[in-house]
């Protein structure tokens, strides 16, 4: 595993390199023994999406970060099957897990999504609210990076801010 969460007695660990696609492991504890209780990836997922290179949980949504995914997307769940060769903008996952089924796919783009962002690299998951960071974010500083906060009202994830720095590094 390369990317790990935990809450209470399960265990979500990222397999980024598996498959070239990559993939994500439940496992739940009872008592002192953990058991595997399913494995995926997207169905979209392309060669080299590097799913799974973060991972978050809260409650039963799980969220996935699949750097190098390939879309050219800015849309939050539409555009997710458009891929560019190399672009590797990145995106994230979230799925909700209710112990035996995966459900709810959602897919989350930041609104100014580029060529080479690798967006979802780190997360967060908490309440109704993720973030995300895109490490070579190209708004303002070269390969400054940004912090992209998300909101779930009703269900529905939409953009509510980004994080820039003040100063160029």
Same mark, same amino acid.
């Given at each position: 595993? *390369? %990317?790990?969460?935990?809450?209470?007695?399960?265990?979500?660990?990222?397999?980024?390199?598996? /498959?070239?696609?990559?993939?994500? *492991? $439940?496992?739940?504890?009872? /008592?002192?023994?953990?058991?595997?209780?399913?494995?995926?990836?997207?169905?979209? %997922?392309?060669?080299?999406? =590097?799913?799974?290179?973060?991972?978050?949980?809260?409650?039963?949504?799980?969220?996935?970060?699949?750097?190098?995914?390939?879309?050219? %997307? @800015? @849309?939050?769940?539409?555009?997710?099957? $458009?891929?560019?060769?190399? *672009?590797?903008?990145?995106? $994230? *996952?979230?799925?909700? =897990?209710?112990? %035996? @089924?995966?459900?709810?796919?959602?897919?989350?783009?930041?609104?100014?999504?580029?060529?080479?962002?690798?967006?979802?690299?780190?997360?967060?998951?908490?309440?109704? @609210?993720?973030?995300?960071?895109?490490? =070579?974010?190209?708004?303002?500083?070269?390969?400054?990076?940004?912090?992209?906060?998300?909101?779930?009202?009703? /269900?529905?994830?939409?953009?509510?801010?980004?994080?820039?720095?003040? $100063?160029?590094?």
């Amino acid at each position: 595993g *390369y %990317s790990l969460a935990l809450q209470n007695n399960r265990l979500i660990v990222g397999c980024p390199n598996e /498959g070239f696609t990559g993939s994500v *492991y $439940i496992f739940d504890r009872v /008592g002192t023994v953990w058991s595997e209780k399913t494995v995926f990836t997207h169905t979209n %997922s392309d060669l080299f999406d =590097y799913f799974g290179a973060a991972v978050g949980i809260h409650s039963s949504t799980i969220a996935i970060g699949a750097v190098f995914e390939d879309s050219n %997307s @800015t @849309t939050i769940n539409a555009g997710q099957d $458009i891929n560019v060769l190399d *672009y590797n903008a990145g995106a $994230i *996952y979230l799925v909700d =897990y209710d112990g %035996s @089924t995966l459900s709810n796919w959602n897919y989350i783009k930041p609104p100014d999504s580029a060529s080479w962002d690798v967006f979802g690299v780190k997360l967060k998951i908490v309440g109704s @609210t993720l973030i995300g960071t895109s490490e =070579y974010n190209h708004n303002g500083f070269s390969n400054a990076g940004a912090a992209y906060i998300f909101k779930n009202n009703s /269900g529905q994830w939409s953009f509510e801010n980004i994080l820039l720095p003040s $100063i160029q590094t």
